[in-house]
């Protein structure tokens, strides 16, 4: 809905060493929020890389980058299709100028308690804190669920 709350969460996934963060702004947050203004409210945070294993000395970190927000005030039509091109030599890709880091880019709805992430042009994860309120997915799209997903999703609602 257009007033639901709405956490819109990006992970860039890099080398320790990697400077590209610090010296440029992500372009994604740029590009793809109306009111300027509203970049003074991102934050950010540096984790250790959330694909680190434990027994490794992984030299790998992500950035999260976090901004509380409203449907409205995103261009998210043109967001998702920036991550489905991103495989593909577009204009709108989004790490073009640093292709050796990874993302991963979330809408998190604060008010239903569901996580939609984009993945790429292959598909996409749907999460909620209550299975009810994503059935209607699940009856609707079944046809579109992965063969190696199916199993445990079918588990799930039946």
Request: glycine share 2%.
């Amino acid at each position: 809905e257009e007033e639901d709350e709405i956490l819109f969460v990006t992970d860039v996934h890099t080398m320790n060493k990697d400077l590209f963060l610090q010296k440029r702004p992500l372009n994604v947050y740029l590009k793809y929020i109306k009111d300027k203004k509203r970049l003074y409210q991102l934050n950010h945070h540096r984790l250790p890389s959330v694909f680190q294993d434990e027994d490794k000395d992984d030299q790998s970190l992500t950035h999260r980058f976090v901004l509380s927000c409203k449907k409205t005030e995103l261009r998210y039509v043109q967001l998702l299709q920036a991550i489905n091109y991103e495989d593909f030599a577009h204009p709108s890709t989004i790490m073009k100028s640093n292709p050796q880091s990874g993302y991963d880019i979330y809408f998190i709805n604060l008010s239903k308690k569901m996580i939609f992430h984009l993945y790429d042009d292959r598909g996409c994860d749907i999460l909620a804190s209550n299975k009810e309120s994503i059935r209607f997915l699940y009856e609707e799209y079944n046809n579109w669920i992965l063969d190696y997903n199916r199993e445990e999703i079918d588990l799930l609602f039946t």
